[in-house]
């Protein structure tokens, strides 16, 4: 998914210790990867401040795809450049690397540490982009995996909302892959509210967008599954 979100995103080229954006969102398209293609790429790379860079979120790809120890190696990576003069998205990668910290350590008030450093850092950063969709979909992406005591699905639910205005108001090129994404997980926000006519609303949106583009990811059979459950 991540994959096709560089073509609607390369156009940006905003400069972040001698990485421009475009490079960003280069190595963000490794979230898709296997594995091994995203190790050979990390041997590849040296220890200038550019290659760190890239490091880190090729690290955040393998904690993403579930790696032991990845999210703290991208961690010791991200914890050097938190404080620096660094582009937004980069900022919003080291928060969302928080969160996957907050969801692989074992000691609880460690865990609780990451996931109010993630919420605190990405509120921050969404403060100073709020029109920008695709920082918007990473908190959203982020904060709907958050237990329900942490109170953010609420912010991940305005953040949905704000992709799909976007999208149907025809005011910013969205990936298909993405709307699906987001209408499924707002169907999923509405069935934890007990409110499973819109729910099944959104889920089918999602399964449309599928069908149509022949976009069957892991996203579309979840909402085709939901469909089934609560329709019988």
Known sequence: MFKMLVLFLMFCATL????N??????????????QIVIQNELKKLGDSEQDKIKKGILYL????????AASKEAY????????????????AYIAMNYALLSRDDQNPIKKMS???????????IIEKN??????????????????????????????????????ESKKEKIHLSIILTTYYYLGEIKKSKD??????????????????NKIFNENYKKAKGRIKLFEE
Do not use: C
């Not at 972040?16 to 990485?19: D, L, M, N, S």
């Not at 990451?114 to 921050?124: G, R, T, V």
């Open 16 to 19: 972040v210790y001698g990485i």
């Open 21 to 34: 954006r475009n490079e960003i969102y280069f190595y963000s398209s490794y979230f898709d990867s296997n």
């Open 61 to 68: 790809s393998l904690a993403v795809q579930n790696v032991p």
């Open 76 to 91: 010791n990576i991200f914890k050097e450049f938190e404080k620096k003069e660094v582009d937004d998205l980069f900022l």
């Open 114 to 124: 990451y996931a109010d450093k993630s919420i605190k850092l990405f509120n921050q």
């Open 130 to 167: 709020k029109n920008d969709w695709y920082m918007r979909y990473l908190r959203a992406n982020t904060f709907i995996g958050f237990p329900d005591f942490f109170n953010v699905k609420n912010i991940a639910e305005q953040d949905f909302n704000f992709i799909i205005d976007s999208y």
């Open 195 to 212: 409110e499973i006519d819109k729910a099944i609303k959104y889920w089918k949106k999602a399964v449309r967008i599928g069908d149509e």
